[in-house]
């Protein structure tokens, strides 16, 4: 439910609902979310407000948008295991944009930089790998 009198803005409030449906598996992978207009209509809000909740979910990496089609709950990507060997050391931050054309990631999604012994680095998309040690 919108609450038009609360202190959490509207898109904000919108994104949890749709967050929760996500989270849920009331909206599972690769379906739609319902189309701009319908959300508008449905929660009576105007449908900036909508893309406003859009674009957070995208930038949280939950949802792709594909026009003209419309806005889809993200696939999960197959995760490799990356073994780590002694003196690595890993971190995490959001991609260069050649970085997220490289490894073809969605937006909000970060990736982990592995710094070897030896200086040298190798980055990999957060969402596609588990990291385990030997």
């Avoid at 040298?120 to 030997?134: C, G, I, M, N, W």
């Amino acid at each position: 439910m919108i609450d038009h009198s609360a202190d959490r803005a509207v898109f904000r409030q919108l994104a949890d609902l749709l967050r929760g449906q996500i989270e849920s598996g009331e909206l599972g992978p690769g379906e739609a979310l319902p189309s701009e207009l319908r959300l508008a209509q449905d929660y009576s809000i105007s449908r900036t407000t909508v893309r406003q909740a859009i674009g957070q979910l995208r930038t949280e990496g939950l949802v792709t948008v594909d026009r003209p089609r419309g806005t889809f709950v993200r696939i999960p990507e197959p995760v490799q295991l990356l073994q780590l060997t002694r003196g690595d050391k890993v971190s995490a931050r959001m991609p260069t944009d050649v970085e997220r054309r490289r490894h073809k990631l969605a937006e909000g999604v970060p990736v982990l930089v592995i710094t070897a012994p030896d200086g040298s680095e190798k980055v990999h998309p957060a969402d596609r790998v588990q990291l385990t040690r030997p």
